[in-house]
C-alpha cells in the first residue's frame, strides 16, 4: 500500500483506517496501551532511546502507541504532517501558544471565541508578557489595521460559537502571511469532516476532541495539527516537557469517534438545518444565529468554505436573561448542560455559563445578549428536539 493511494482514499475510509499499526498479535480493533513506561532490552538501547539515537517509545508522556495512532489518524482527516494529542482542548491551545509565541510579542484574537480561549489570552498569557488584541472576526480590514511590528499570531474559531459567524479562512491566511504571522485556527466545531483550515492557508488547527470527534460526551481531549517545524518539533517538544498530554483510554475513545464523524457530523448538521428554519418562525423568538440559513451574513462563504453547517445554533428569545432561563427550563429532553458535539442535545444560556466569565463589556462586544439561548443539536429524532423546544416557547408566551 504506498502512501499515494492512501493519500487518495476519500474521508470516510480514512477515518476508519488510517493510523493503526496492527501488533504481531492480530487484532482487528485497536489495542489500548496502559502502561507509562516501555522496558529496553539492554542499558546500551536505553541510553540509545534517551540519546535519542534509536526511535521508540521511553515513557507516555513522551509517546503512547494508543496515543500515536489517535494522532497520525487526526492527522490524516485534517490533512497535517504531524497532530500532538493533548489532555483537552483548552491544552491544545496552551500548547500552541507556549511553543510558537514568546514574551514581547502580540496576538490578534477573534472576538466571540470559546470564553476560556480569551481568558487564556488576556489573564494568563498577558501576564508573561504577550499582548492580545481583540479583533472582530469578519472584518478583515480590521485584522490589517490591528497588525504592529511584533504581532506574530492570529487566533480565529469559525463558525464561532454560539453565533455562528464565519471567518474567511483563506483572505485571513494571506493577511497572517504577507506580516509573517501564523494563522491558528480553533476547529472543534465543523471538525475535518466539514472544513479543512490547513488546505484554506491556515498554519496550525487546534481542536477540542471533547466535543465531536468523542461525539458521546465521555471524554476530555484535544489536538494540535499542523506541519512538522511547527507541531512535530515546537508543540511537540513543549507537551513532552510540560506534560499536557492526553490518556491512552481517551486516545482509544476519540479514535473511535473518529470512524463516525463524517455519518455524524451530517446528520446534526441535516438536524440543525431544519430546526434552524423552524425556529425562526416561531412566535417569542428573535433572530437565529445558523450559518445555514440563507440570509445568515456569511452564508455564501461558509458554503465555500464548509461541506455543512454543522449541529451548533442559537436564537435570541423575548424576555432577556428571564425569558431564556423560563426557555430552558421548560425543556424535558434536552440536557442543560454547555458541552457540544454529543448525541444528546444540550441547551445553554451562553451569558452566565461557556461566557459568564467574559466582563460584560467582553460579552457585547461578542454579541453575548443576555436572551440568547444556545443549542447543540444532537442525534435524536428532530421531531422529539422540536417539540421539546415548543414547551420552551410555550413558557415563553406563556401558553
Ligand atoms: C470546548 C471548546 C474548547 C476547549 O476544549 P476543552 O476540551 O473543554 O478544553 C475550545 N474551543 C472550542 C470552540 C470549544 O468548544
Known amino acids: 500500500m504506498s502512501d499515494r493511494s492512501e493519500q487518495e482514499r ?68 485534517e490533512g497535517g504532517e504531524r497532530c500532538v494529542a493533548t489532555g483537552s482542548g483548552m491544552a491544545a491551545i496552551l500548547a500552541a501558544c507556549m511553543s510558537l509565541l514568546k514574551a514581547g510579542d502580540h496576538v490578534l484574537l477573534a472576538n466571540g471565541v470559546f470564553g476560556s480561549t480569551t481568558v487564556l489570552f488576556e489573564t494568563y498569557l498577558g501576564r508573561f508578557g504577550i499582548r492580545t488584541t481583540r479583533v472582530p472576526l469578519t472584518d478583515l480590514q480590521a485584522w490589517e489595521d490591528a497588525i504592529t511590528s511584533e504581532t506574530r499570531m492570529f487566533f480565529i474559531e469559525t463558525p464561532a460559537n454560539p453565533l455562528a459567524e464565519i471567518a474567511d479562512i483563506a483572505a485571513l491566511a494571506e493577511i497572517a502571511h504577507r506580516h509573517d504571522c501564523l494563522l491558528v485556527a480553533d476547529n472543534t466545531v465543523c471538525t475535518a469532516a466539514l472544513q479543512r483550515p490547513l488546505e484554506l492557508g491556515a498554519d496550525i488547527v487546534v481542536v477540542s476532541a471533547t466535543k465531536y470527534i468523542d461525539g458521546q460526551g465521555r471524554c476530555v481531549g484535544g489536538a494540535v495539527i499542523g ?51 423552524w425556529l425562526r418562525e416561531q412566535p417569542g423568538i428573535g433572530k437565529v444565529f445558523y450559518a445555514g440559513l440563507s440570509d445568515h451574513p456569511q452564508h455564501d462563504l461558509a458554503r465555500r468554505q464548509q461541506s455543512a453547517f454543522g449541529g451548533l445554533l442559537a436564537f435570541e428569545v423575548d424576555g432577556g436573561r428571564d425569558g431564556a432561563w423560563r426557555f ?10 454547555a458541552n457540544l458535539g454529543d448525541a444528546k442535545t444540550t441547551i445553554t444560556h451562553p451569558a452566565t455559563t461557556t461566557h459568564g466569565r467574559l466582563t460584560p463589556e467582553a460579552r457585547r462586544e461578542a454579541g453575548i445578549g443576555d436572551g440568547l439561548v444556545r443549542v447543540a443539536v444532537g442525534l435524536e429524532h428532530v421531531e422529539d428536539i422540536k417539540t421539546d423546544l415548543r414547551c420552551g416557547i410555550d413558557a415563553l408566551i406563556g401558553g
Request: glycine share 6%.
Open 328 to 337: 430552558i427550563n421548560a425543556t424535558r429532553l434536552l440536557s442543560v448542560t
Open 227 to 277: 506541519n512538522e517545524r511547527h507541531v512535530g518539533e515546537a508543540v511537540y517538544g513543549f507537551l513532552r516537557t510540560a506534560g499536557t498530554c492526553l490518556s491512552p483510554f481517551n486516545a482509544w475513545i476519540f479514535m473511535k469517534g473518529l470512524e463516525t464523524l463524517a455519518l455524524r457530523m451530517r446528520a446534526h448538521s441535516e438536524s440543525a438545518t431544519l430546526l434552524a428554519r
Open 10 to 77: 476519500h474521508f470516510e475510509t480514512v477515518a476508519v483506517r488510517a493510523g493503526q499499526r496492527r501488533t504481531s498479535e492480530g487484532e482487528q480493533s485497536d489495542p489500548i496501551f496502559t502502561t507509562s513506561s516501555f522496558v529496553f532490552d539492554t542499558a546500551e538501547q536505553a541510553a540509545a532511546r534517551f540519546s535519542g539515537l534509536e526511535a521508540g517509545n521511553i515513557y507516555s508522556r513522551f509517546t503512547n502507541p494508543t496515543v500515536n495512532a489517535f494522532e497520525r489518524r487526526l492527522a490524516a482527516l
